[in-house]
């Protein structure tokens, strides 16, 4: 594939793609609303510390990544068969209108429900979003490609977090989810009047489009190792996640000491340096691919180890008893921590573009998103387990143990990567 052939792309090609960056940030701002007001939910709704961590923390993550990680299978099917624009008109609306209800729940029952609904768009959207940028984008652009997305999605989830640790002080927990959702129901409009959908194949030139998705294909796509091991380290990954996402800010501030204000603030700047490993990381895995494919996997993985140490100082933090208590050194760990774990992502993604074929990238990506979302399901289930046995510190511990296994899995990728990719 020619280097340049980026430069393809024309006018129309560049609104689609900043029309569908801009939807995917609204859309992921919804994720961890929840997080900085998880004790005031809990207390509106009648529930103790237990409860809270329990039914808010664990089993209202766990059905919102279940039924998402499970939708994501059909529209990840469709996704490689049908137009992907109008499929992916459907799948914001079907996420974004029980976000906005949420602004509106009277009791428990009806917020659990509306918040599974939400999974679905979030689900639904990764295997379209990822098969247009395949190809819009050739090999040796994938992962700048995916991290550009990443720093847009992860700025999307630390805003969306920072709203709601400011908003919910003072104006309850509900108003955050109408604020996000209500901007991409006019986003959503201009895409579908302006955007316009890639040819399928189109940065695969020496590939064919013309395979038909059926058992043999489904069947290979699942045996191939790079696949394996990518999906493993997705969903053993998003248990550690949990503790940033669901838990980390109501830590901050009912643990340690910190007002819901500042421990939202400490969260998002973490979600920043989240989004600058992710984009960093991605233009390093592009040079790295083009010296050598095996350095990408290589270099994703001794970050993921290194990561697990500020992490691990982060959850370890003696409380506070100050008035006013310095920020500086959990925004350093957070900052280190952030950084060097998100490096992963937008590797893990080009890799997977690159080793599955045009006409069964959104089959593989919902693959991905299904074992993602059953971790993201169920890291905070597990995570709420491990706080029952053994209090929140030690369950934070236990979890953060976990990114040494995805490590070891990501390694193991470097054996795996240039055969599979030649096999394609």
Known sequence: MDKNQYKSLDIRDYTSLALLFIISFFLFADQNLMGPNLTQIAQEFGFNDTERDIKLGGHISLVFWLIGGFITLFFGYYTDIVNRKKLLIIAILVGEIPCFLTGFVETYQQFFWLRALTGIGIGAIIPITYSLLADYFPANLRSTATGCLGLVVGL????????????????????????????NFIFLLFYGIFAVEPERGKSDAKVSVNQQINWKTFKKLISKKTNILIFLQGAAGTVPWAVFFVFLADYLAQDIGYSVKTAS???????????????????????????????????????????????????????????????????VLGVFSGFFITITAPNMKAILMN????????????IYNLADDLGRGFGPFIISFFIYQFGRQWGFNLANGIWFFCAIFILMIAKTYTSDQEAL
């Open 265 to 331: 603030l400490i969260v998002f700047i973490i979600g920043l340096s989240a989004m600058m490993g992710g984009f960093v990381g991605g233009i390093i895995g592009n040079k790295l691919y083009n010296i050598k494919p095996q350095y990408q996997p290589i270099f994703s993985g001794i970050c993921t180890l290194i990561g697990i140490i500020p992490t691990g100082f982060l959850i370890n933090l003696n409380p506070v008893n100050a008035n006013n208590p310095s920020m500086i050194y959990p925004l």
């Open 156 to 183: 999307g989830i630390g805003s969306g977090q920072l709203l709601a640790g400011i908003t919910g002080p003072d104006y309850g927990w509900r108003i955050c989810f109408i604020l996000v959702a209500i901007p």
């Open 355 to 366: 080793v599955n074929h045009p006409k069964s990238r959104g089959v593989a990506f919902a």
